[in-house]
């Protein structure tokens, strides 16, 4: 005869197999990428592998920094999985305090001998952006249009130029790259030329294009995929790969980091798998999150530009913040 309590016990374990079955997988990601495009690989990545994204936005005026000291916050008990960030640095702090976790899944030959990954395979590098001078075709002659960074800040451009706060996001990347290339005594004067120069620093990059494009400003620093946007949206731009007969524009790199205690492990690593390749890569070109690629070093064919490793860039940024304040 069949016991009773025995039918039971099998029936709520089928059913408990069942609710874990039907459980939607998910995956949360903190994310410094403007949302109109990681929206769009978010969407993509659901759609190959049925992985719910719970995405978290920084805002523009706190750029990388927002979810940076959120991260910090949550150390002890961790809520992302995932931390996508449009810039290197603050990744780069964020590993060296010991927040994430390695992903060896990865096949290194893309990124050997580049400046793209951590050693301990805790970061990522994907797809790359350069720094770029735009300017207001309406406002700026042909004769006068700046090839050269220090162009920018002439005396006929003075209170003219705008440029996002440099002690967030990408502006934040460059100027601490500044720093660590020139050397104390150049970036001082520099600060001092760019403060003679009465420039204006505006609450992120998309609001410089959106204030040049209007004629608020006529020339604007800001990174190439905000130029592109504008000059495809219409506005009255010339975006300019500036110091092409020296080293170049200053690129700047997107990185991704897997957060140690992750809740949703298994997930998270699918979207690494998902982010870090050529097809992804090449689907953030196409729709203007990126204008370089990272994985395909196609570096033949870019304008000329140059960057630091970020392993050794990362603790001259407080240094750099330091001089900013003292003299902006």
Same mark, same amino acid.
């Given at each position: 005869?069949?016991?009773?309590r025995y039918?039971?016990m099998?029936?709520?374990v089928?059913?408990?197999?069942?609710?874990s079955?039907?459980?939607?997988?998910r995956?949360?990601i903190?994310t410094?990428?403007?949302q109109?495009?990681?929206?769009?690989?978010f969407?993509?990545?659901?759609?190959?592998?049925?992985?719910?994204? #719970?995405?978290?936005?920084?805002?523009?005026?706190?750029k990388?920094i927002g979810?940076?000291?959120?991260?910090l916050?949550?150390k002890?008990?961790?809520?992302?999985?995932?931390?996508?960030?449009?810039?290197?640095?603050?990744?780069?702090?964020?590993? /060296?305090?010991?927040?994430?976790?390695?992903?060896?899944?990865?096949?290194?030959?893309?990124?050997?001998d580049?400046?793209?990954? !951590?050693?301990?395979?805790t970061?990522?590098?994907i797809?790359?952006? %350069?720094?770029?001078?735009?300017v207001?075709?309406?406002?700026?002659?042909?004769? *006068?249009?700046p090839?050269? #960074?220090?162009?920018i800040?002439h005396e006929?451009? %003075?209170?003219?130029?705008?440029?996002?706060?440099p002690?967030?996001?990408?502006?934040?990347t460059?100027?601490?790259? #500044?720093?660590?290339r020139?050397g104390?005594?150049?970036?001082?004067?520099?600060?001092?030329?760019?403060?003679?120069?009465?420039?204006?620093?505006l609450?992120?990059?998309s609001?410089?294009?959106?204030?040049?494009?209007?004629?608020?400003?006529?020339i604007?620093?800001?990174?190439?995929?905000d130029a592109?946007?504008?000059?495809?949206?219409?506005?009255?731009?010339?975006?300019?790969?500036?110091?092409?007969?020296? /080293?170049?524009?200053?690129s700047?790199?997107?990185?991704v980091?897997?957060l %140690?205690?992750?809740?949703?492990t298994t997930?998270?690593?699918?979207?690494l798998?998902y982010l870090?390749?050529?097809?992804?890569?090449?689907k953030?070109? *196409?729709?203007?999150?990126?204008?370089f690629?990272v994985?395909?070093?196609a570096?033949?064919?870019?304008?000329k530009?140059?960057?630091?490793?970020?392993?050794? #860039?990362?603790?001259?940024l407080n240094i750099?913040?330091?001089f900013?304040? !003292?003299?902006?």
């Amino acid at each position: 005869m069949i016991n009773i309590r025995y039918i039971s016990m099998f029936i709520f374990v089928l059913l408990i197999l069942s609710c874990s079955q039907n459980k939607e997988k998910r995956i949360i990601i903190y994310t410094s990428v403007d949302q109109v495009y990681a929206a769009k690989i978010f969407k993509d990545f659901e759609h190959k592998t049925g992985i719910k994204v #719970l995405a978290v936005y920084d805002t523009e005026a706190s750029k990388a920094i927002g979810l940076e000291k959120r991260i910090l916050a949550e150390k002890a008990h961790p809520r992302a999985d995932i931390f996508w960030n449009s810039e290197p640095i603050r990744t780069v702090r964020l590993a /060296k305090q010991g927040l994430f976790q390695a992903y060896s899944d990865i096949k290194l030959p893309m990124y050997k001998d580049t400046l793209y990954y !951590a050693s301990d395979k805790t970061w990522f590098g994907i797809g790359e952006r %350069k720094r770029v001078i735009i300017v207001n075709t309406n406002l700026v002659l042909p004769q *006068d249009y700046p090839t050269q #960074l220090n162009d920018i800040w002439h005396e006929k451009f %003075k209170a003219k130029v705008a440029m996002s706060s440099p002690y967030i996001g990408t502006a934040a990347t460059h100027f601490t790259a #500044l720093y660590h290339r020139y050397g104390a005594t150049v970036f001082q004067a520099l600060l001092a030329t760019m403060k003679k120069a009465k420039t204006k620093y505006l609450a992120g990059n998309s609001v410089v294009k959106e204030s040049v494009g209007i004629g608020k400003y006529a020339i604007g620093l800001v990174d190439s995929d905000d130029a592109i946007a504008g000059i495809v949206a219409g506005l009255p731009l010339k975006m300019f790969y500036y110091d092409q007969e020296d /080293k170049g524009s200053f690129s700047i790199f997107g990185t991704v980091a897997m957060l %140690k205690s992750a809740q949703n492990t298994t997930e998270a690593k699918q979207f690494l798998h998902y982010l870090l390749t050529q097809e992804t890569e090449q689907k953030l070109i *196409d729709i203007g999150a990126v204008q370089f690629s990272v994985l395909k070093h196609a570096t033949l064919s870019s304008p000329k530009g140059w960057s630091i490793n970020p392993e050794v #860039l990362w603790h001259d940024l407080n240094i750099s913040y330091t001089f900013m304040k !003292a003299a902006l």
